[in-house]
């Protein structure tokens, strides 16, 4: 039922792992977004998915791997985690052409902590 | 460099009281949103904003813009503590013969209302 879903909701892991969020929307949207929210609440884009074809790649450290199997499916890997990677990350999704607006849904975000 | 400005960055208010909070752009745009952030939740769509002088009202809270004067607001009729949340606004800009936008969040208004 839920529009779109984020896994896991938490993520505890010591700096130097590897991670993984995953994303999944069943709204029917063609673009899927990764955003991340730090501790004084500013939300950044990271990157930006439309028919699978990445088309914003904001100045991210390239630890970040987006990767869309799919319309309905974005996931973020991150490699040799940092502490400065600690925030929440939020995957959304919008319909963006065909003469839709841009409105972004969000999924429940996932709060990392890198210890 | 775009900048899209909130203000204030915190209010606290009393119930039964109006406020309004402002958000300015510096860049065209005539799509502009407005969303909610509640503590330790995701992001919800309040006001999908798309040309020049649009008015939402939705209960206590209404939203207009001004694309001339790049100036949105967001307006609180007799506050109620149901109301307190950080809300977000995020213009919707589009690359030049491209019809996929990307929003530009403000950095949010903490409002807190007490009895």
């Known amino acids: 039922d839920t529009a779109v879903s984020q896994t896991p909701k938490y993520l505890v892991t010591q700096m130097g792992n590897d991670k993984s969020i995953k994303c999944e929307q069943n709204l029917g949207h063609d673009t899927m977004y990764w955003y991340k929210q730090d501790s004084k609440k500013f939300l950044k884009i990271m990157f930006s998915?439309?028919?699978?074809?990445?088309?914003i790649n904001e100045t991210v450290p390239n630890r970040f791997s987006p990767k869309s199997p799919d319309k309905a499916h974005l996931n973020l890997h991150i490699n040799s985690l940092e502490l400065g990677d600690s925030a929440v990350y939020f995957c959304a999704s919008s319909h963006t052409t065909g003469g839709y607006y841009n409105e972004q849904f969000f999924g429940p975000g996932t709060r990392l902590t890198v210890l | 460099e775009l900048k899209v400005e909130q203000n204030p960055l915190f209010l606290s208010m009393q119930e039964g009281k109006n406020y309004t909070i402002y958000c300015n752009y510096s860049?065209?745009?005539?799509?502009l949103y407005w969303y909610r952030q509640d503590p330790g939740k995701s992001l919800e769509s309040l006001f999908v904003?798309?040309?020049?002088?649009a008015v939402k009202q939705e209960g206590r809270l209404m939203a207009s813009l001004d694309t001339k004067a790049r100036l949105s607001t967001l307006h609180i009729t007799a506050a109620v503590h149901d109301l307190s949340a950080t809300y977000f606004c995020?213009?919707?800009?589009?690359?030049?013969?491209?019809?996929?936008?990307?929003?530009?969040f403000g950095r949010g208004t903490q409002l807190t209302v007490w009895p």
């Open positions: 860049t065209t745009s005539d799509r």
């Open positions: 904003l798309l040309s020049n002088g």
């Open positions: 995020a213009v919707d800009i589009r690359g030049r013969g491209s019809t996929l936008g990307r929003l530009y």
């Open positions: 998915y439309n028919n699978k074809e990445l088309i």
